[in-house]
């Protein structure tokens, strides 16, 4: 009976140790690899991730660049580089800034800009001249706009030097001119009055005509 136990016992054992050894062979080795094919999982989910946020952040639209031209009463008159978007103050911060004389309670500073506009800052006691008003009190005027219609037109009557050199031809003392003209016989009854001002002959009346008037 003792050596059929013996045997019994050493048959369960050796299972046993067959057992443990084909489960450490095929059975753990197999479980264990599966944590790496996770991470690797869990890592190409977030690189995913941040690709797509990528793409999202990428098909916004950019912001358009132009150009605008700052004059009057600014540190620097000069045209400047702006984006879509970006509103008259801005623009006048990038020229510098008002200067002292600057009277800004005339102008929307609020306002956004487009490509090709006049923004001009008056001076105190100044009238934005006529050509750079627009209804919406930007005091800036569009490039493509029609510089030659009446609205556009500077009335002869009622400019200030600062006004009449916007014309071309009429420089500092064509403009002290015209206003000794108005301060010794009162206003112009046309344009055509003109001619009786020293410098200023037919051609060059004729020429104004696009852009001065008599209200």
């Excluded at 150009?67 to 990038?94: F, R």
């Excluded at 001009?120 to 030659?148: A, C, H, L, M």
């Excluded at 015209?178 to 016989?185: A, Q, V």
């Amino acid at each position: 009976m003792s050596k059929k136990i013996e045997t019994k016992v050493l048959i369960i054992g050796g299972a046993i140790f067959g057992i443990t050894l084909f489960a450490l062979l095929f059975i753990f080795p197999k479980s264990t690899e599966k944590a790496p094919v996770q991470l690797l999982s869990s890592a190409d989910s977030s690189s995913t991730s941040k690709t797509t946020l990528k793409k999202s952040s990428s098909s916004e639209p950019e912001k358009r660049i132009f150009y605008v031209d700052v004059k009057g009463a600014v540190l620097t008159a000069q045209v400047i580089k702006i984006h879509e978007g970006e509103i008259v103050q801005s623009a006048i911060n990038q020229a510098g800034g008002a200067n002292s004389e600057a009277d800004m309670t005339k102008l929307n500073l609020a306002a956004e800009v487009t490509a090709g506009q006049v923004i001009y800052v008056p001076k105190k006691g100044e009238d934005i001249p006529t050509q750079f008003s627009t209804t919406n009190t930007n005091s800036t005027v569009s490039s493509t706009g029609n510089t030659n219609s009446e609205k556009a037109k500077i009335d002869l009557n009622t400019a200030d030097t600062a006004a009449l050199q916007t014309i071309t031809g009429v420089g500092i003392k064509k403009a002290e001119e015209i206003l000794k003209y108005r301060d010794e016989h009162g206003k112009f009854k046309s344009v055509e009055d003109l001619k009786k001002i020293s410098g200023f002959g037919q051609k060059t009346v004729e020429k104004l005509l696009d852009y001065v008037c008599v209200n």
